[in-house]
Each structure stands twice: as structure tokens, then as C-alpha cells.
């Protein structure tokens, strides 16, 4: 969450990742996948390895949402089809656009493009849905959800 001023309660507040998870997780049995132009550190030199502030796609394996102490909120968008394994949810995902910094766009927008360009929804991973509804409704999910925080917002 943000704590300037301008930003809270707006998209730009929140950090918006895609997350793969079982139908009952037991912990650390999930996968997330999003965007970041952060520091990326040379596992051997500790420098950091991304100056520009590019971004870059990540994917982080057995992930416990619950054990970041950031999770406000979770919505189920699709189901995976049987057939679909990781590596071609990742490869799919890889393959979305990663933001344009020249138009400020940040981590919500690869979120966003990964179902405007269909990606998702012609691999079946998700429905057909207005994006631009979503959009609305989930921004007011997230500001309720930081509200009147709950178990059941998780």
C-alpha cells in the first residue's frame, strides 16, 4: 500500500500479481507470476543487476500468499484447464507485454494485458469478461479489503 497521499486508494497503491493456486492450498503449494522494475541482485556479487529500473518478468515458485504480510485480497478469475501444465501457463505469461516505462505504465497493466490480448482467455485460463468493469470493481475490492481487513478477503 502506498503512503503517498496521491496514491492511496488508486490502482497505483497496490501491487497486482497473477497467482496460481490449488483449490486447497496447503501453504506453500502455489505459484505467483508478475512484473517489477526493482533491484535484481547478482546471486553471486550481491550487485544489483537492473540500474535502468527495467522491468522484468518473475516467477516465484511454492509461494505462501498468506506468509508475505502484504495479501489484502484474492479473487479467482479462471481455472486452469487439466491439460495446461506450468511451463505453458509460464510461457503464455512470458509472452505478455512487460510495461512501457515511456507511458508510466506499472504492474497492474501487464496484469490488465495479460486479458485485454487474450492471452489468458484463448488458452481457456480465464472467461471472456469486461476488463474495463473489473477494473472498477476491483480497485473498490482492494480499498475494502484494506478497510475492514478479514480472513476471508484470503
Known sequence: ????????????????ELLLAPKKSNGRDNMAYDVSDGVRLDSETGQDLNLERDWFFRIK???????????IGRVMIGKVPPQMTENDLEIILKDVALPDKELGERCRHWVWNAHIHSTLQSAS??????????KVWILDYANQCLANPSPSNV
Open 1 to 16: 500500500m502506498s503512503l503517498h497521499e496521491g496514491t492511496r486508494k488508486t490502482y497505483g497503491a497496490y501491487h497486482w
Open 61 to 71: 515458485n511454492n509461494v505462501n500468499p498468506l506468509d508475505s504480510g502484504r495479501l
Open 125 to 134: 485460463v480465464i472467461p471472456n469478461f469486461e476488463i474495463e468493469k473489473f
